[in-house]
C-alpha cells in the first residue's frame, strides 16, 4: 500500500486537475450559448435561401448551365477538413480526422486527393508527407466572421471553376446539442442537382427582374458562401458543445477519483495507527515481562 505521503499528494494533485476542468467547462459553456445563438440564427436564413434557389433552378437551363452546378469526369477530389484549433475536447477532432482518412482509403482511393485544413488540430496531422495538405487556414478561427468565410468560399469558386479541381467535399461536425455532434460530409461543389418541384412548376409565382438566368447566377455564389459560413458556426457551436462535454465529465471523474483516493488514504491512516498501537503494547509487554 502505497504510504501516507503519496496519498496526499496525489489527493492534491488530483483536486487542483478538478479545478481546472470545472473552469474550463464554465468557460466553454459561457461560449456555446454565444455560438449556439449564432448558428439557430443563421440556419432559417440558410435554409430559406436554399428553397428559393431550389424554386428558382426546377426545371431552369439557366442553371444546369451554371458552371458551379456542371457534373465534370472527377480525377481531382478536394477534401476541406475542419476542426479546431485546441483540443480537450473529446472525439470532437478525431472524428473528423478519421473521416478524411476514411474517404482517402475508400470512395476516393483511385483519384488524385488534395487535402484543405481548418483548424489546428487537421494541420498538425495531414502535414505528414504520406497526404497531400495544400493549405491551411487555422486563423480563420481566430477572428470567425463572415467576411473571413466570403474570402475563403471564393478561393474554393475560383479552384472549381479554373477546373483545378472536379469535385470539392467538406468535412465538419454539424451541431445538434450540447451533449451531440453529427459529423457530416458534404458536397460543396458542384452544386447537386435540383430535381423537379411540384412536376416542373415553381412552388412560388415570382417575378423576376432582370431575368431568371442573372439571378440564378448571382444566386449560386452567395448560397454557397451562406453554406460555407452555416458549416463554420456548427462547428464553432458543436466544439464548445464537445469541450463542455468532456470538461463535465473529467470533473465527475476527478470527483469519484478523490473520493476513491480519500478512502484509501483513510485507510493507510488506520492500518499505521494499529500497527503503532500494536508496536506499543508488544514493548509494554516486554517490559512487564
Known amino acids: 500500500m502505497a504510504n501516507l505521503k503519496e496519498i496526499r499528494i496525489r489527493i492534491t494533485s488530483v483536486e487542483s486537475t478538478k479545478q481546472i476542468t470545472s473552469a474550463m467547462k464554465m468557460v466553454a459553456a459561457s461560449k456555446l450559448r ?4 449564432a448558428i439557430i440564427m443563421m440556419r432559417p436564413y440558410a435554409a430559406k435561401m436554399h428553397e428559393i434557389l431550389q424554386d428558382l433552378a426546377s426545371g431552369s437551363e439557366a442553371a444546369a448551365e451554371n458552371v458551379y452546378t456542371q457534373e465534370r469526369e472527377t480525377e481531382k477530389v478536394l477534401l476541406v477538413a475542419i476542426t479546431s484549433n485546441r483540443g480537450l475536447c473529446g472525439a470532437f477532432n478525431a472524428n473528423v480526422i478519421k473521416k478524411v482518412n ?3 482509403a475508400g470512395e476516393y482511393k483511385n483519384y488524385d486527393v488534395d ?6 488540430k487537421a494541420t498538425d496531422f495531414f502535414k505528414k508527407p504520406s497526404y497531400n495538405l495544400v493549405e491551411h487556414h487555422d486563423e ?7 467576411e473571413a468565410a466570403r474570402v475563403f468560399t471564393e478561393e474554393l469558386l475560383e479552384k472549381f ?3 483545378e479541381y472536379d469535385k470539392i467535399d467538406l468535412i465538419y461536425n454539424q451541431f445538434k446539442n450540447a451533449g451531440s455532434q453529427i459529423l457530416t460530409v458534404e458536397q460543396f461543389l458542384p452544386v447537386e442537382s435540383v430535381e423537379n418541384i411540384d412536376d416542373g412548376g415553381m412552388k412560388h409565382d415570382y417575378i423576376m427582374e432582370p431575368s431568371q438566368e442573372v439571378i440564378i447566377n448571382e444566386l449560386i455564389p452567395k448560397s454557397l458562401k451562406v453554406q460555407f459560413y ?3 458556426l456548427d462547428s464553432n457551436a458543436a466544439e464548445h458543445g464537445a469541450r463542455m462535454t468532456a470538461m463535465h465529465k473529467a470533473t465527475d471523474n476527478a470527483t469519484e477519483m478523490i473520493k476513491e483516493l480519500k478512502l484509501t488514504y483513510n485507510k493507510a491512516r488506520q492500518a499505521s495507527i494499529t500497527n503503532e498501537i500494536i508496536e506499543i503494547v508488544s514493548g509494554a509487554n516486554a517490559l512487564n515481562g
Do not use: E
Request: charged share 30%; net charge positive; proline share 0%.
Open 161 to 163: 471553376r479554373d477546373k
Open 102 to 104: 476514411s474517404l482517402i
Open 230 to 232: 452555416k458549416a463554420l
Open 115 to 120: 487535402i484543405i485544413t481548418i483548424g489546428k
Open 140 to 146: 480563420i478561427w481566430d477572428n470567425l466572421s463572415w
Open 34 to 37: 454565444k455560438a449556439q445563438d
